[in-house]
């Protein structure tokens, strides 16, 4: 019920962060790595639950096709960037999580909430394209 980005963990066949990101993009969606160009990665971020991820940002051509796996996946969506990069849409919220007060970053797009690690590396992302 939560909107991510794919992503899940890697597996001793792929050869690099960047390589898990197109597995798990086409098994997720069905996006094939044809469609995507890779830049590459940005520092790793960590979830207030303890994982490390790596995000890995890419090109996507129009004119593909996805095909949802329907045991991770519900429905997809794009969002522009001018949206995810207005820091007007950007809100930092708190709520108690196992007893704790946690921060969080969040955004309401349309009917979708993106709230957690995802709009937390979206954040990133805005961060270290706007520091150059």
């Not at 997809?76 to 990069?85: D, G, K, R, T, Y």
Request: no cysteine.
């Amino acid at each position: 019920g939560q909107v991510s980005f794919p992503g899940g963990r890697v597996q001793a066949n792929d050869a690099d962060a960047i390589e898990t990101a197109l597995r798990e993009t086409r098994e997720e969606i069905g996006l094939a790595h044809d469609w995507i160009e890779p830049l590459g990665a940005w520092d790793q971020y960590e979830t207030g639950t303890g994982y490390r991820i790596t995000p890995i940002v890419g090109l996507v051509e129009p004119g593909f096709e996805l095909s949802l796996d329907p045991r991770e996946v519900a429905s997809v969506f794009e969002a522009p960037i001018s949206f995810l990069f207005d820091p007007a849409n950007l809100e930092r919220r708190e709520a108690i999580w196992q007893g704790q007060n946690r921060a969080y970053y969040a955004m309401d797009y349309g009917p979708h909430f993106i709230w957690g690690a995802t709009a937390g590396m979206i954040r990133a992302l805005y961060e270290r394209l706007h520091e150059r």
